[in-house]
């Protein structure tokens, strides 16, 4: 985490994002998005920045979603890259194909697409998940667009952005429960936030350190220790 903006009750998480955005350095930066940041204002501001991004598109784009989806056919069959990649894992199996086009706007000069500053290249991204028991499988095809040009790059960077959620979101509620908390008055919920990241932090290197394979296991025998035994510990 290396920035937060309080979004009061007469914000919104757009407004969050610009704020972000203009605290951080950007330069050779890849910045991914979730679908409520997909605004064209938003990608300006990345490029403006010397930044690339990566963003999904869904419903609230929905033209610019039709238009990255009219690309994936025939027509264009010559143009398109396909990479794949499996993982097994937790009881299923994880297929996810990812088609790409570079450049698509010199395919079709008349793309509603030329509104996204910087944006050189659209991918769609299809995950087939099967599990092992049943052998029953879910399928979900999503939409991307991005101002880098390199295919497998952007595959990479997909599948960490959501490395955010599992490591740090995730792990905030399970091992705080912050989305249980009660802590409302005033600026105490946004304070407690910051130290559970920073406890956060502290415990993931403290992990790493003893080579632990349970958070949990790890966090109560912490509990159990003096500041001065775990800071002995050189993090």
């Given amino acids: 985490s290396l920035a937060q903006v309080y979004i009061s009750t007469k914000s ?44 999904q598109v869904k419903d609230n784009q929905k033209l610019t979603k039709e238009e ?16 794949e990649q499996k993982d097994f894992g937790h009881g299923r199996i994880e297929t996810r194909t990812m088609s790409s086009i570079v450049d698509p706007l010199s395919l079709d000069p008349d793309s509603t697409l030329d509104k996204w500053n910087g944006l050189k290249s659209i991918h769609m ?8 028991k049943t052998d029953k499988s879910t399928s979900e095809t999503t939409f991307y667009i991005s101002s880098l040009t390199d295919g497998t790059e952007v595959f990479k960077l997909i599948r960490e952005h959501w490395a955010v959620e599992n490591k740090l979101h995730y792990m905030l509620d399970m091992l705080f429960r912050e989305d249980y908390s009660t802590k409302r008055a005033g600026n105490a919920a946004q304070n407690m936030n910051i130290i559970n990241k920073i406890n956060l932090t502290i415990i ?14 790890l966090r109560k025998k912490l509990a159990r220790m003096t500041p001065e035994e775990i800071f002995e510990m050189e993090l």
């Fill in 68 to 83: 990255v989806q009219s690309f994936f056919c025939p027509l264009y069959d010559a143009h398109i890259v396909h990479q």
């Fill in 125 to 132: 991204m299809t995950r087939v998940r099967t599990d092992k």
């Fill in 204 to 217: 993931q290197r403290l992990k790493d350190k003893l080579k632990a394979t349970s958070t949990l296991r």
């Fill in 12 to 55: 919104n998480e757009i407004n969050a994002i610009r704020e972000i955005l203009k605290a951080l350095d950007l330069r050779d930066s890849v910045i991914t998005i979730d679908a409520i940041g997909t605004q064209t204002e938003i990608a300006k501001a990345v490029v403006e920045k010397e930044g690339d991004y990566i963003l």
